[in-house]
C-alpha cells in the first residue's frame, strides 16, 4: 500500500530525508485549473528548501526582484501533512500541506 495518493509504493529514505531538499515549483493549480501557462510571464520562479532539522526557506524571484525567508516546518497527521511556519517581516505563512507525492524528483502536495 502506497503511503501517498499518487506515490511512491515504497522507499528506502523515510519521510523527512524525503522531503529534506530544494524543491522548484514547476507547476500551480487554482481551482482544480493549471495556471502556470496562462500567467507564465508573470509566473515567479518559487522555490522551497526543507532541512532535516526543521528549517524550511521559501526564496522566491518574481519582476527582477527576488527575496527569501525562513522558518519551520514538521510533518503531521501520520506524515501526510506538512506544517510550515514563517514569521518574517517580509512574509507570514501558517498552512498546511497534503501531500500526494513523494518521489526523488518530484513533490506534489496541496494546499489545505
Do not use: H
Not at 34 to 63: A, C
Not at 84 to 99: A, H, M, P
Amino acid at each position: 500500500m502506497q503511503k501517498y495518493e499518487e506515490g511512491p509504493y515504497l522507499s528506502s529514505k523515510s519521510r523527512k530525508e524525503g522531503i529534506s531538499n530544494t524543491w522548484k515549483v514547476d507547476k500551480a493549480f487554482k481551482n482544480d485549473e493549471d495556471i502556470t501557462l496562462s500567467t507564465n510571464k508573470d509566473f515567479p520562479r518559487l522555490n522551497w528548501t526543507f532541512s532535516t532539522n526543521g528549517n524550511v526557506t521559501r526564496s522566491i524571484e518574481f519582476n527582477c526582484q527576488a527575496n527569501t525567508v525562513t522558518g519551520q516546518w514538521a510533518l503531521q497527521s501520520n506524515d501526510e501533512e506538512i506544517r510550515i511556519v514563517i514569521n518574517s517581516q517580509l512574509y507570514s505563512e501558517d498552512s498546511v500541506w497534503l501531500i500526494l507525492k513523494l518521489m526523488k524528483n518530484e513533490f506534489g502536495y496541496v494546499l489545505l
